[in-house]
């Protein structure tokens, strides 16, 4: 079955140190994207790609970087810029266009702990 | 900017009960999605509305365009059900989240 991987689910880093969650979809769907999620609030845009190799900044992208080389996969880094990196991240892909005729696919999210 | 408020935050419910979950909206949008989120922390998408109604099982959705509002009802609801229940809404390409409703289902 098609769908969208995310691993790890759990991740635990020390303070200052980069880290990449990993986002691997196989749904042929252009558009891929990167949300964080903290306690008590909607989901925030990281960043997102509508196409390989190129990616926008969303409403929360200081301190994270991706790349986009490949369809499938859509890797964010977590940088030592990140000020409050702790929280959980969700990857989610969908067909490209606009429209009301495009749906979204979630992963399973990663827990990312800084301590 | 487009701001989406769901209510209630927090529901608890006895199994068997109809359950309603409310989403407003401020702005036109050019669809409404409704996700479940389960304690592990995985979303699934359960519906996505331009207009009028869609039914899924025991699920209900409802939009009404023109007042900004959208409706998720249970029907016998189930302990299963527990889940914290989210809109989101998507216009100009981007989906906007309301910040959850934590559903409760107890035996």
């Known amino acids: 079955d098609g769908g969208i991987t995310q691993s790890p689910k759990y991740l635990f880093r020390k303070e200052g140190q980069n880290v990449t969650l990993s986002c691997e979809q196989n749904?042929?769907?252009?558009?891929m994207y990167w949300y964080r999620q903290d306690p008590g609030q909607g989901l925030r845009l990281i960043y997102y790609s509508q196409i390989v190799n190129d990616f926008q900044k969303g409403d929360i992208a200081e301190g994270y970087s991706v790349s986009r080389e490949k369809k499938e996969s859509f890797p964010l880094t977590v940088t030592s810029a990140q000020k409050n990196p702790t929280a959980f991240y969700l990857c989610?892909?969908?067909?490209?266009?606009?429209?009301?005729?495009?749906?979204?696919?979630f992963g399973s999210g990663t827990r990312l702990t800084v301590v | 900017k487009n701001e989406v408020e769901q209510s209630p935050q927090n529901l608890t419910a006895q199994e068997g009960e109809f359950i309603t979950i409310n989403c407003s909206y401020s702005?036109?949008?050019?669809?409404l999605h409704w996700l479940q989120q389960h304690p592990g922390g995985g979303i699934v998408s359960l519906f996505m509305?331009?207009?009028g109604k869609k039914k899924h099982g025991r699920l209900i959705a409802t939009i009404n365009i023109q007042e900004k509002h959208s409706s998720l009802h249970i029907t016998a609801s189930h302990p299963r059900d527990s889940a914290v229940y989210i809109c989101a809404t998507r216009s100009q390409g981007n989906l906007i989240f309301g910040k959850g409703t934590k559903l409760s289902v107890k035996p």
């Open positions: 989610a892909s969908s067909s490209s266009g606009t429209g009301s005729k495009y749906g979204y696919t």
């Open positions: 509305l331009s207009s």
């Open positions: 702005v036109g949008i050019s669809a």
């Open positions: 749904l042929n769907h252009d558009a």
